[in-house]
T-cell receptor, first 116, second 116 residues
Framework: AQTVTQSQPEMSVQEAETVTLSCTYDTSENNYYLFWYKQPPSRQMILVIRQEAYKQQNATENRFSVNFQKAAKSFSLKISDSQLGDTAMYFCAFMRTYSSASKIIFGSGTRLSIRP | GAVVSQHPSRVICKSGTSVKIECRSLDFQATTMFWYRQFPKQSLMLMATSNEGSKATYEQGVEKDKFLINHASLTLSTLTVTSAHPEDSSFYIC????????????FGPGTRLTVL
């Protein structure tokens, strides 16, 4: 069974700083997807970034980038130039590739606060 | 991507009554939808996979007779919490997979259920 672990329940940084959220996972699969989702106070789940395991290049989306270490089963999220609007819960998530069920397994989340 | 709505956004009911929550895919025909439950300050836990035209697939530990799922059309899945009790109070979120290999999921805004 796949598991996703986020070891940082809470983090707080000053606006404009860079912050890195950690995530490790466990799977015997070779091909899969990894995600970071953001859940602001509105509770709407928002996809931040997606990484396909067969791609060696780390995914980036504007201020958001990941450090994907497949051998170590590590998938951290870096937020550069953090903004007040980045304050939210962040969930790391795993999904098997081309699974008929395509279920997503979420980590426990990291509550990120950006201080003005 | 798919636009997903949920109705109602919040509901308060008395213990012992049944509550129906709707999940609609507004612009995409979904043969599969997922239902999650999120307790306060916790992560999303997959409850079941809703399959159009067939029975839902429930995750281990989820009572199928208590959480009835019906996926009668390609745009609508319903979750009925039967004989609700205070411990069923939670945030219920649905998602619609889309894309090649279902590698994207779009989440509804969620329904907050409070059982008195």
């Amino acid at each position: 069974a796949q598991t996703v672990t986020q070891s940082q329940p809470e983090m707080s940084v000053q606006e404009a700083e860079t912050v890195t959220l950690s995530c490790t996972y466990d799977t015997s699969e070779n091909n899969y997807y990894l995600f970071w989702y953001k859940q602001p106070p509105s509770r709407q789940m928002i996809l931040v970034i997606r990484q396909e395991a067969y791609k060696q290049q780390n995914a980036t989306e504007n201020r958001f980038s990941v450090n994907f270490q497949k051998a170590a089963k590590s998938f951290s999220l870096k937020i550069s130039d953090s903004q007040l609007g980045d304050t939210a819960m962040y969930f790391c998530a795993f999904m098997r590739t081309y699974s008929s069920a395509s279920k997503i397994i979420f980590g426990s989340g990291t509550r990120l606060s950006i201080r003005p | 991507g798919a636009v997903v709505s949920q109705h109602p956004s919040r509901v308060i009911c008395k213990s012992g009554t049944s509550v129906k929550i709707e999940c609609r895919s507004l612009d995409f025909q979904a043969t599969t939808m997922f239902w999650y439950r999120q307790f306060p300050k916790q992560s999303l836990m997959l409850m079941a996979t809703s399959n159009e035209g067939s029975k839902a697939t429930y995750e281990q530990g989820v009572e199928k007779d208590k959480f009835l799922i019906n996926h009668a059309s390609l745009t609508l899945s319903t979750l009925t919490v039967t004989s609700a009790h205070p411990e069923d109070s939670s945030f219920y979120i649905c998602s619609v997979p889309q894309g090649r290999g279902h590698n994207e999921q779009f989440f509804g805004p969620g329904t907050r259920l409070t059982v008195l």
